[in-house]
């Protein structure tokens, strides 16, 4: 028996509460599906990163800069951007600034449309530039030497090779920088240090004294904002990987156990280093997402609760889960847009949308083991309340598939219940003669159907073999 056997993968938790805000229940929601709007083509266009600079949305895919205009159809391509790996943006309300890590920086302008490439000696004089955000009228750039960069003021194309800062109080090679309200983050290895711009003719960045956090960050861009604070993956010397929050002046942990499991085995994999990070709120609730290597962890900072994203691809006709295919999002026009890990698509994520660009979205729910004291038991009847009467012109009636396990990795065959056609609201879902169970049995759901997917409560009967109802 796995130390957890719990599963959430594309359902989110929700906490239902009475007037007086208390908790009463649980329920899941659905994941968001994808449709698409526009692409700028095949898999070499994969997305790198995106943005929205006065008020549109911009997608570096492949090698090209592109704008989605209003129409939420026209891509207009923009010039080239050279590389492959993701790229770093900010922005400082008239100048975006699109930095490829370690390589080329540009600027991009509009009124006319312009990309230049930055060509200022003195971008590279204290080290080659990784990250970029914008804070006060300066871009503020990490580099490779344990050094940070500022533009000059309202110029990303203008620096000056004296205008650099160091993190010392620690000699940890520095990471990735962050700016949270109005202070700016130099986020190393194994510590960050906090930053004030007290202003003044020479550099105008100055580290705040005792404000030390002892956390390092173990992926340049796993940091992201949220609800006025800001959590990442990291850890401090000898720390295992976790994800991390800032809470006042110190830091939290908010993974579980389960999710430190994941993140060190991305650790021994030697990709840690790759996870990135993007928030986003809906329906009420505050999500932080991680792209690991095969699965998306999602943590809501509303419930504090964690679940799993992923996506179902085919190729050639096979088909084969994957980490959530969104490798960038950023807000524009009213919705949530996304570009994609697989190919130039640009996408609409929303709850409405029952697929992810046409392709089922496959649920999963398991819970804790039911057991007897190591002894046998039966579970007559399993009952799953869901959202019934949820069929549609395309899926007319979707089928809920349960299984079994006593060791959270062989399973058994599955059963199917349908849950009801337009209109059968009184549909109940249930699974009767579940046999006998050894002394602990999962149960597992899933849902992969072109329909609105809500759980609100799952009930058991479960009787201890030779004796009562329990």
Known sequence: MPL??????????????????????????????????????TISQVNRGAWTFQDKPYFVNGTGLYRLESDMVTLTSLGTIAGTSRVSIADNGTQMLILVPGSTGYIFTT?????????????????????????????????????FIISALNNG?????????????????????????????????????????IGGVSFPFQRQQGFILA????????????????????????????????????????????????????????TIANVFAYSYSQGGSFFICWRLTNTTIVFDSTSAKWHERKSTVVNDGVKSQTALR????????????????????????????????????????????????????????????????????????????????????????????????????????VWRRNGRAGRNEIFRFKFAEKATAVITKVEARVVAMGASNA
């Open 4 to 41: 957890s056997s719990q599963s959430c993968i594309n359902w989110y938790p929700i906490a239902n509460r009475n007037s007086n805000g208390d908790v009463i229940s649980q329920s899941l929601l659905g994941t968001p599906g994808i449709t698409q709007l526009a692409t700028s083509g």
């Open 111 to 147: 009124g006319p449309d312009n990309l230049a490439t930055i060509t200022d000696a003195d971008f590279t004089a204290n080290g080659n530039p990784q990250y970029v955000v914008f804070m006060d009228g300066y871009f503020v750039l990490t580099t490779d030497t344990k050094k």
């Open 157 to 197: 194309l203008a620096y000056n090779a004296l205008d650099f800062g160091s993190a010392e109080h620690s000699p940890d090679a520095i990471v990735a920088p962050f700016v949270l309200r109005s202070t700016l983050f130099i986020a190393g290895t194994e510590t960050m240090e906090a930053f004030s711009n």
């Open 215 to 270: 956390k390092g960050l173990f992926a340049a861009e796993s940091i992201v904002s949220t609800q006025d604070t800001f959590a990442f993956i990291g850890g401090g010397r000898n720390d295992a990987p976790a994800a991390l929050m800032l809470s006042g002046n110190s830091v939290i942990k908010i993974s579980t156990e389960a999710i430190d499991t994941l993140l060190e085995a991305e650790a021994a994999l030697g």
């Open 326 to 429: 969104i490798n960038s999002m950023t807000t524009a026009y009213g919705f949530l847009l996304v570009g994609d890990s697989i190919d130039g698509r640009i996408g609409k994520y929303d709850l409405s949308i029952l697929s992810e660009y046409g392709e089922v979205i496959e649920r999963e729910i398991s819970g804790r083991p039911f057991v007897n004291q190591g002894l046998p038991f039966s579970v007559p009847a399993i009952e799953i309340t869901v959202a019934s009467g949820v069929g549609n012109a395309n899926t007319l009636d979707p089928v809920m598939r349960m299984d079994r396990s006593s060791d959270g990795k062989t399973w058994s065959g599955e059963r199917l219940r349908t849950i009801g056609k337009v209109g059968e609201y009184d549909r109940r879902v």
